[in-house]
């Protein structure tokens, strides 16, 4: 293979390349002074959380954690630039429409409440008394607050999510389209099913412990930074680390790690993988059930040879439901179906399954490789069926880790940021709050999509996030939301979403977490989060807040509240002035939150129970229950090599330098592409197969069926270590090609991860 273009492999991911890169960013970010002060907070029982990842903090949170890229979501938070009215007045919104989203972040935090004036295509200051009482009076003039829908990004606390659900529902819907919708929900509703928790079962101590740690569709080194740490840890004390990946990602290969001072210094560092194996797009499904079946191989040899089980069979038959169904299935599935699906040899998964049989205590890790395809759910099922084999859940050392995104996507849902919440929390909510609260399911973020095109939907209020970038089929997005009535944007920078305004728009400023959060007494609020590990614990800000007009996302949410559905059921002030008295009300309708504000105040917060952990099984069976789909009749992958060629399967990831669709650079260092992001890694004998040089630039075009034209326009061909047929490129730029109408089954997540494209030459038009 030609490697003149494949990231130079020498180097690890982290060590020095990550500290000088986060020099860079602090000098970039505006923030090079305060910015020493404020990392020492992150993540430190008194400071904040840091913003940037869903992963657990160790037990002993007392030694700053160092992570890149929790330096550059802390930095770019804390930035000195501002977003002034200045800045609105200078460019009408259609000029700033043209800006990249990289360019658009570069102006910092936003200072004012503003409002569109359509006269002057721009958005103006705007007290925020009458913003709240226009947006009050927008809503409470629609047919039904059904018509309205309440996204939310998940960095909002336990705090802002829960009041934010709660006038929701008091207003009278439960329209929360939730980013959750486009990330793990597919983890969610799998786990649910067959261990009766949608939350991993694993403590971050029990990566001491493990044998073996199984990752799969997940780029650590970039996105959870702190993961490397540990799977270091476990790599050197010798624990296994298999992981599935269609790329080669560098931070999974080797990592050198800043806080080791002697590997700093030797220059070393420590091999991550010692299997790495790289499936087809979507097909891990096929690689997990090709495991299970040698591990049932191995199991039929053992008996044969009067040698111990290698099944648990107190566990499967004490804990597990159905599962013969599943062997039978497993048996039904041949060899040559499951190497055509994973793209895999028999020969590479049977070394995978000899890892998982000589280990005792298993890991399992898996983020958005898996989670945004047609069968997420039903990959998921296969994982948590393969652990169950040998009894791999709900002991030390093993277990499911679906490892969060945003920092606090997890909490959120906690607190009831849910579009079909379970009725339990409804009744909860009726009997303490006194209520009529809404029955019917609400919007996920597909659906709220739908209702806006057709009409039906008339208001979009967004608690963060940039909804149009993050979504599918960027350009109907955009048209849905310039059709509204309203749209409310809380937000600590500006980003299109913003610029898509509809009849009444607003951008309502709010503190970050990295801010002091001062109530009327002039005392400091805490917020909460709850981490990948169920661990929730207290963040407060130490920095002076970017504006002094700008307000905490609780106090914006109160007012809109007050100003929609009046102050008769909740009190919603004096929530907004103190946040014990949300944690209180917390305490009151949701499990598990005994001595919520007590608990919290500890060092390391406290850890929500989860049943499954303890072997207690709340499914319908009571038991751990197998399922027994068969693979998919067909992957993407498997499509596009079908027909005439020329076709690819397409997944869309995030690069070094971004946190989701906030841009912070144009470089992707552990994948050697410097200052530019419209990029396509393809296999050097794809590019030969279709007579293409390295470098040259093509449009991408989208080739789902349904008439619709998708094109994504001016992309350089980027050789890479990726199998062939399988193509990858950056999310948002590429958000053009994925199509609202392909959904994953049950879990209803945009398959971000399979799509089907071809390639147009630049001069053929
Ligand atoms: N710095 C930073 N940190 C972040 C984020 C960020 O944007 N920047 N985003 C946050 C959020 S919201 C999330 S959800 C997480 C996302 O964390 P990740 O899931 O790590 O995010 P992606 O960049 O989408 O990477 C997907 C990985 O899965 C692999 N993959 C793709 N398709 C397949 C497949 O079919 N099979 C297998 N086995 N692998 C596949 C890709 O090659 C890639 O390595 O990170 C969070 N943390
Ligand atoms: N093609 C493709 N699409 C994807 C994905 C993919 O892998 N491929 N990944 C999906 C995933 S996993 C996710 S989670 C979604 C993410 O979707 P979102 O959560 O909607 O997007 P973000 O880019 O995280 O939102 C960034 C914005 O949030 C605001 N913000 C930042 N901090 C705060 C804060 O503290 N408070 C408030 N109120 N606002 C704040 C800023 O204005 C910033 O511009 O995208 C999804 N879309
Ligand atoms: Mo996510």
């Known amino acids: 293979m030609d490697t003149k273009f494949i990231g130079k492999k020498s180097a690890a991911a982290g060590g020095w390349g990550a500290l000088k890169s986060c020099g860079k960013q602090l000098l970039q970010s505006g923030m090079p002074i305060s910015g020493a002060r404020t990392m020492l907070k992150a993540n430190q029982p008194d400071g904040f959380d840091c913003p940037g990842c869903a992963w657990g903090d160790p037990e002993h949170g007392s030694s700053f954690e160092f992570c890149e890229n929790g330096v550059k979501a802390v930095a770019w938070e804390?930035?000195?630039?501002?977003?002034?009215?200045?800045?609105?007045?200078?460019?009408?919104?259609?000029?700033?429409?043209?800006?990249?989203?990289?360019?658009?972040?570069?102006?910092?935090?936003?200072?004012?409440?503003?409002?569109?004036?359509?006269?002057?295509?721009?958005?103006?200051?705007?007290?925020?008394?009458?913003?709240?009482?226009?947006?009050?009076?927008?809503?409470?003039?629609?047919?039904?607050?059904?018509?309205?829908?309440?996204?939310?990004?998940?960095?909002?606390?336990?705090?802002?999510?829960?009041?934010?659900?709660?006038?929701?529902?008091?207003?009278?819907?439960?329209?929360?389209?939730?980013?959750?919708?486009?990330?793990?929900?597919?983890?969610?509703?799998?786990?649910?099913?067959?261990?009766?928790?949608?939350?991993?079962?694993?403590?971050?101590?029990?990566?001491?412990?493990a044998d073996a740690i199984f990752v799969i569709g997940q780029n650590p080194g970039t996105n959870h930074p702190r993961m490397l740490g540990d799977l270091r840890r476990a790599a050197i004390r010798g624990a296994r680390v298999v992981v599935f990946n269609p790329i080669r990602e560098r931070g999974l290969e080797r990592f050198s790690d800043p806080q080791d001072k002697m590997e700093m210094l030797r220059g070393g560092s420590t091999d991550i993988a010692s299997l790495y194996l790289q499936p087809q797009l979507g097909g891990d499904m096929a690689a997990v059930r090709g495991m299970a079946k040698a591990v049932l191989a191995a199991e039929d040899r053992a008996v044969a040879a009067g040698l111990p089980a290698v099944l648990d069979h107190a566990f499967l038959t004490e804990h597990c439901a159905d599962f013969q169904a599943y062997r039978a299935a497993v048996e039904a599935t041949g060899w040559a179906e499951i190497e055509d699906q994973s793209g895999l040899s028999r020969q590479e998964i049977e070394r995978a399954a000899d890892v998982y049989i000589t280990a005792e205590r298993v890991i399992c890790t898996w983020a958005m490789g898996v989670t945004q395809h047609l069968h997420s759910v039903a990959t998921i099922r296969e994982i948590a069926n393969f652990m169950f084999l040998r009894g791999n859940i709900g002991k030390p050392g093993a277990g499911l880790c679906p490892v969060r995104g945003h920092s606090n996507v997890q909490g959120d849902r906690t607190v009831g940021i849910n579009e079909k919440p379970e009725d339990d929390f409804l009744d909860a909510l009726e009997k303490h709050f006194r209520f009529a609260v809404p029955r019917e399911h609400g919007h996920n973020v597909?659906?709220?999509?739908?209702?806006?095109?057709?009409?039906?939907?008339?208001?979009?209020?967004?608690?963060?996030?940039?909804?149009?970038?993050?979504?599918?089929?960027?350009?109907?997005?955009?048209?849905?939301?310039?059709?509204?009535?309203?749209?409310?944007?809380?937000?600590?920078?500006?980003?299109?979403?913003?610029?898509?305004?509809?009849?009444?728009?607003?951008?309502?400023?709010?503190?970050?977490?990295?801010?002091?959060?001062?109530?009327?007494?002039?005392?400091?609020?805490?917020?909460?989060?709850?981490?990948?590990?169920?661990?929730?614990?207290?963040?407060?800000?130490?920095?002076r807040p970017a504006s002094p007009h700008i307000l905490s996302e609780v106090a914006i949410i109160a007012g809109i509240a007050e100003a929609t559905v009046g102050s008769t059921v909740v009190d919603w002030a004096e929530l907004a002035d103190d946040y014990d008295l949300i944690r209180d009300h917390i305490e009151a309708t949701i499990p598990d939150f005994e001595n919520y504000n007590a608990r919290l105040r500890k060092p390391r917060g406290f850890h929500l129970r989860n049943a499954a952990r303890h072997r207690e099984w709340q499914t319908p069976t009571g038991k751990a229950s197998?399922?027994?789909?068969?693979?998919?009749?067909?992957?993407?992958?498997?499509?596009?090599?079908?027909?005439?060629?020329?076709?690819?399967?397409?997944?869309?990831?995030?690069?070094?330098?971004?946190?989701?669709?906030?841009?912070?650079?144009?470089?992707?260092?552990?994948?050697?592409?410097?200052?530019?992001?419209?990029?396509?890694?393809?296999?050097?004998?794809?590019?030969?197969?279709?007579?293409?040089?390295?470098?040259?630039?093509i449009d991408v075009v989208g080739e789902h069926d349904d008439g619709i034209e998708r094109v994504a326009e001016d992309f350089r061909l980027v050789p890479y270590d990726i199998p062939r047929g399988s193509i990858a490129g950056y999310y948002p730029e590429l958000n053009v090609l994925v199509p609202l109408a392909s959904a994953g089954k049950e879990s209803d997540t945009p398959t971000s991860k399979s799509i089907m494209v071809s390639f147009r030459g630049r001069n053929a038009a």
Request: one cysteine or more; proline letters at 4%; a negative charge.
């Open 78 to 209: 804390a930035t000195e630039k501002r977003a002034t009215p200045a800045f609105f007045a200078e460019k009408t919104v259609s000029e700033l429409r043209r800006l990249t989203d990289y360019e658009l972040e570069l102006n910092g935090r936003l200072t004012h409440p503003m409002r569109y004036d359509a006269a002057s295509d721009r958005y103006l200051p705007v007290a925020w008394e009458d913003a709240f009482a226009e947006i009050g009076s927008i809503l409470t003039r629609l047919d039904t607050p059904n018509r309205a829908e309440f996204y939310t990004s998940g960095r909002a606390s336990n705090e802002a999510a829960f009041l934010y659900q709660l006038f929701v529902r008091v207003y009278g819907t439960n329209n929360f389209p939730d980013c959750s919708n486009m990330c793990h929900e597919a983890s969610g509703i799998a786990m649910r099913q067959a261990i009766g928790v949608g939350k991993g079962t694993v403590l971050l101590e029990d990566f001491e412990e």
């Open 446 to 543: 597909l659906a709220a999509i739908g209702a806006m095109l057709d009409g039906s939907a008339e208001a979009f209020i967004g608690l963060g996030g940039n909804f149009a970038r993050a979504t599918p089929d960027s350009a109907l997005v955009e048209m849905a939301l310039r059709q509204l009535k309203l749209t409310v944007h809380i937000a600590t920078k500006p980003n299109h979403s913003h610029l898509m305004p509809g009849e009444a728009a607003f951008i309502l400023p709010c503190l970050g977490r990295t801010e002091m959060d001062l109530n009327e007494a002039g005392n400091s609020q805490l917020v909460s989060v709850e981490d990948s590990m169920s661990m929730v614990h207290g963040s407060a800000g130490i920095n």
């Open 626 to 697: 197998f399922s027994s789909e068969a693979l998919p009749d067909e992957t993407v992958h498997q499509r596009a090599r079908k027909g005439e060629g020329g076709r690819f399967a397409l997944q869309t990831f995030r690069s070094h330098d971004q946190y989701n669709t906030t841009v912070y650079g144009l470089d992707d260092r552990y994948r050697g592409v410097y200052g530019e992001r419209q990029v396509i890694f393809i296999h050097p004998d794809d590019l030969k197969a279709m007579n293409a040089e390295a470098g040259e630039r």
